[in-house]
């Protein structure tokens, strides 16, 4: 892995008061992941693929690449577009740690080209907002 | 206009207590727009084509179709893609009227294909996030 390389990756993380159970749950169960995410046709099963929607017509297609319960959850995030600023390639990976508080959550997005900084900065604020949803779901 | 064709439409409606002049800023300069819709290269000009661009990587492509300054905005509001439940080729229209206490909005986006349920769905529900930005926006 190059220095450049890890320029194109956006890394969030945050601990959550819960035990990992709870979030592999809100990360995986379709009617969860859309409170927090989006409406979604997701399976925890690799080779899966799915899509997730925004509210304003946006689709992203997706494919299930790893599923360690508890642990690991990767999928493909891209968005095809024939503008090349626009045109994403990305794969997500969140990793769950158990702590002694509950769990610390990490999501990881790479694959952003170095010319494409608007998605990833675009990427970076999104993520910390799905996570203060994440956290609110977890409150129920 | 038939009973079909208006079922394909979401209109919503807000009243505003602010001026038309005062929501025609927020709906016509880019760094406005940004701020209660999305990231966008808009430009109030008839044939100017643009972007609006989600946090997530979601892409929308657009082309202004009217502008009469504070009355009438009329743009495409595009998604290509290959399923066609998400294909989206829609059109969005404000319509902007003084009344006694500010301005009353009208958004009418038209253009959903009737097997479109969950499109238009998450439209109506965008939109009403939209407003509730665009209110804040107006306040600062």
């Not at 929607?53 to 360690?68: I, K, P, S, Y």
């Not at 010319?115 to 970076?124: E, I, L, P, V, Y």
């Not at 799905?130 to 956290?135: A, S, W």
Request: charged share 20%.
């Amino acid at each position: 892995m190059t220095t450049d390389h890890k320029a194109e990756t956006v890394i969030i993380e945050r601990e959550f008061a819960h035990p990992p159970e709870k979030l592999w749950r809100a990360l995986t169960q379709p009617h969860l992941i859309e409170d927090w995410l989006m409406k979604n046709d997701f399976a925890p099963v690799a080779g899966h693929k799915f899509n997730l929607r925004g509210e304003w017509g946006g689709v992203l297609d997706c494919e299930v690449l790893a599923v360690e319960p508890h642990t690991t959850l990767s999928y493909t995030w891209n968005h095809v577009h024939e503008n090349p600023a626009y045109d994403l390639r990305s794969v997500v990976t969140f990793t769950l740690t158990p702590t002694s508080g509950g769990t610390h959550l990490r999501m990881e997005q790479t694959g952003f080209r170095p010319d494409q900084t608007q998605a990833s900065g675009g990427a970076r604020f999104g993520w910390q907002a799905f996570f203060d949803k994440l956290e609110t779901v977890l409150l129920r």
